[in-house]
């Protein structure tokens, strides 16, 4: 069956870097574009990032651009979402999402001094 594990978040100081991963199982990966999606406490998930099949094309939220890439890596099946010059206001849990529609269970990332 198709599953999205991600990986990667935790408790990080403001200014200061993480790598999230998400490691896809049971559908052909390199098929379908990917996103990574946020969602703060009392606040609606939101868009972070999209990248096409192939990691040609990229889009970001205008609230990451210039902080946060998103890549891919085709034959590992992995989507990764490198943030850097993270703020408190970046504190949610971050879920990944294949373009047909399935969810991962998301990963809490956490910016405080």
């Known amino acids: 069956q198709v599953r999205l594990v991600e990986s990667g978040g935790g408790l990080v100081q403001p200014g200061g870097s993480l790598r999230l991963s998400c490691e896809a199982s049971?559908?052909?990966?390199?098929?379908?574009?990917m996103s990574w999606y946020r969602q703060a406490p009392g606040k609606e998930r939101e868009l972070v990032a999209r990248?096409?099949?192939?990691?040609?094309?990229?889009s970001y939220a205008d609230s990451v651009k210039g902080r946060f890439t998103i890549s891919r890596d085709n034959p590992k099946k992995t989507v990764y979402l490198q943030m850097n010059s993270l703020k408190p206001e970046d504190t949610a849990v971050y879920y990944c999402?294949?373009?047909?529609?399935?969810w991962g269970q998301g990963t809490q990332v956490t910016v405080s001094s």
């Open positions: 049971g559908f052909t990966f390199s098929m379908y574009a």
């Open positions: 990248i096409n099949s192939s990691g040609g094309s990229t």
């Open positions: 999402k294949a373009g047909f529609g399935s």
